[in-house]
């Protein structure tokens, strides 16, 4: 960084006071030469001009803890303001200088020249807080209530945030309670500034506490209970939704919150990109990264990293790849998301390319750069290169491979048809193996039409995790595309008598900024009559181009009319034909769906591409398909 130091055209040094010029110091280096003035001339017991010295040591953006200390240490006899600005800045540093900063404290509180006040108390509790002290932090409730600081709602906030952090959360909650009833009632008495943002802070950390404990009933309570929310509130709940998978209500509170004229800032972007990418929502992503930089917010690489994942998850890897070029500064992270998404696309030999700019670039890749690059091998099929960088992780970067990895090999050889080297991968890793993998191997055999280990593979899955459908499902898929439909009866009894459910399928379509939720076979939809009638003039277009849909994916022993019925009302199906019925012509269609997509849907939607001249985009669990004109992008291998 530039340091400017100095320069005698600010003000002279004058004698009597070097307040002022440390006062125009932007940096440690300026700061510094003023101090060693200071001791020079005699004047390090300037309290003023100490105290000043003391504060940007400690707590300016240019911040040098341990120096501040030193200066500290120099003070005859430091005031209330100074310990507090030592004992704060040693908080906000890092786990050695929190635990000095709780030793301060208690000297401040031994010596006995001066008091504690409301501005000391919460730098301690954060410290208590973050570092799970429970023990000292109950002492320190204790000496907030002797120095009668417990109706400071910062101290509280605090105090709650400490009963929080540390898994009490009736205590939290009692003194949340007191504190809200005691001075929230008379809003009119309590016009105190500093009173009713600490109020805002209170209420945000017993959110923050409920959201923390996943207790999200009481949460959504008590948010709406707020007599006043901050930019704060909402973004405590936006991501508390995020990170806990209520996209949907994640989104929900997004817009709410802008309905109230609260305007999103950082953080709020940051916790609501990762909703907006799993729903695939595109309109509403393409808004925020037009806020963002309407408003002038820094797309730096965390941003910058969601907003790749959000472009590339909701189908568009063009403006992916253009966020990503744009970055001043790429990570990990950043690379990490562009090589992931290429590969959802099935853009194998760009991720590949990507993956080596990143090794020129001097950025070490992370496991996760691995996942991406190996599952862009193994969508296209690339046995040998998945095989390399497999070995160049291990070998060359000593990262150690996850049972993700693993996975990623394992349907690499499932998917090339290579069953007998995945069964023995399987075999020979040395971590135990979980369902996902013995599920990709599931996965090929039925591709490859392997009964035999299909079966074998099966039984092992359902011992490993028989509450799951998903293995269930697979054998009686097996079964049925033999015609076996005894064995699948028997399947079916299995589940019925274990009480298994089938995951539901659902899909998932934007329609200006709007999420449109469709279940199998739903009806729910307002527009649903039209839908249906949507459906029936798809199925008579199809059949007229002669297309015969793929009956063995339905699983019931049902004739072959049934059948096909119970195949047009897969929820992506009728995803498309309200998108068909609800957008312009020629415009894109863009699904997310839940599950992968089935046969039957894949070659359908193929042919509906080319009927309707429309490019569908179906996000499935895997990977992107693009279908255009009867053609899809993934070239019939997923
Ligand atoms: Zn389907
Ligand atoms: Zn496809």
Redesign the pocket.
């Known amino acids: 960084m530039n340091s400017t130091i100095c320069k005698p055209t600010i003000s002279p040094l004058h004698p009597s006071s070097l307040f002022p010029q440390i006062t125009l110091c932007k940096t440690i280096r300026d700061l510094k030469q003023v101090h060693a003035h200071m001791i020079k001339t005699a004047q390090i017991h300037d309290p003023l001009a100490a105290a000043e010295v003391l504060r940007f040591c400690a707590l300016s953006n240019d911040r040098n803890v341990e120096y501040a200390r030193k200066v500290f240490d120099q003070m005859r006899q430091p005031n209330c303001f100074s310990w507090n600005t030592i004992i704060r800045g040693l908080s906000e540093s890092n786990d050695d200088d929190n635990l000095l900063a709780f030793f301060l404290f208690c000297r401040m509180v031994c010596d006995g020249f001066v008091q504690p006040n409301q501005f000391t108390f919460p730098s301690v509790l954060k410290v208590c807080a973050r570092t799970a002290r429970i023990r000292e932090g109950k002492q320190v409730h204790g000496l907030v209530v002797k120095y009668g600081l417990d109706s400071d709602e910062f101290v509280v906030s605090n105090l709650v945030r400490l009963y929080v952090m540390c898994g009490i959360i009736e205590d939290a909650h009692v003194l949340f309670h007191r504190n809200v009833i005691e001075f929230g009632k008379g809003d009119a008495v309590m016009t105190n500034k500093r009173r009713d943002e600490g109020m805002v802070v209170l209420w945000n950390v017993m959110v923050d506490g409920y959201v923390r404990l996943g207790m999200f009933g009481a949460v959504r309570e008590l948010f709406d209970r707020m007599p006043q929310r901050s930019v704060v509130s909402w973004n405590v709940m936006i991501s508390g939704y995020a990170q806990n998978g209520f996209f949907k209500e994640a989104i929900e509170m997004f817009r709410e919150m802008q309905m109230e004229d609260v305007y999103p800032n950082y953080v709020t972007l940051v916790s609501v990109l990762p909703a907006i990418s799993r729903l695939g929502a595109l309109e509403l992503g393409k808004w925020v990264h037009l806020y963002a930089e309407k408003k002038e917010i820094d797309i730096d690489d965390v941003l910058g990293s969601a907003l790749v994942d959000m472009y590339s998850k909701c189908g568009s890897i063009e403006e992916a790849l253009q966020v990503f070029e744009r970055l001043p500064k790429k990570n990990a992270i950043t690379w990490s998301a562009v090589i992931g998404g290429l590969a959802m696309h099935g853009k194998a030999n760009d991720a590949i390319d990507y993956f080596s700019r990143m090794d020129r670039a001097g950025v070490t890749p992370s496991d996760v750069t691995y996942i991406g690059v190996l599952s862009a091998c193994s969508h296209a099929g690339l046995v040998d290169e998945g095989k390399y960088f497999f070995n160049h992780m291990v070998k060359v970067v000593g990262l150690e491979a996850r049972i993700d990895h693993y996975g990623c090999m394992v349907d690499l050889f499932g998917r090339a048809g290579l069953l007998e080297e995945a069964e023995k991968l399987i075999l020979n890793i040395p971590i135990k193996p979980d369902d996902v993998i013995w599920k990709a191997l599931l996965g090929a055999c039925k591709m490859y039409g392997n009964m035999e280990m299909g079966k074998r593979v099966a039984e092992k899955l359902m011992d490993m995790a028989p509450n799951d459908s998903g293995s269930y499902v697979a054998l009686s898929n097996i079964y049925a595309s033999s015609g076996n439909w005894e064995s699948v009866a028997e399947v079916r009894l299995t589940m019925k008598k274990m009480d298994i459910q089938k995951d539901p399928?659902c899909s998932w379509i934007e329609l200006d900024g709007e999420i449109h939720e469709f279940l199998v076979e739903d009806d729910s939809h307002h527009r649903a009559k039209e839908i249906l009638a949507m459906l029936e003039e798809i199925s008579n277009q199809l059949k007229l181009i002669g297309y015969r849909p793929n009956t063995a994916?339905v699983l019931l022993n049902m004739d072959e009319e049934e059948k096909e019925g119970a195949?047009h009302y897969?929820?992506?199906?009728i995803a498309v034909a309200f998108g068909l019925i609800s957008t312009s012509p020629h415009s894109p269609l863009r699904i997310v769906k839940n599950l992968r997509?089935?046969?039957?849907?894949?070659s359908?939607m193929k042919l509906i591409s080319k009927i309707y001249k429309r490019k569908i985009i179906v996000r499935d669990r895997k990977r992107f398909h693009h279908f255009e004109d009867g053609s899809c992008s993934c070239g019939d291998y997923w």
């Open positions: 399928g994916q195949l897969h929820s992506e199906k997509v089935c046969e039957d849907c894949h359908s």
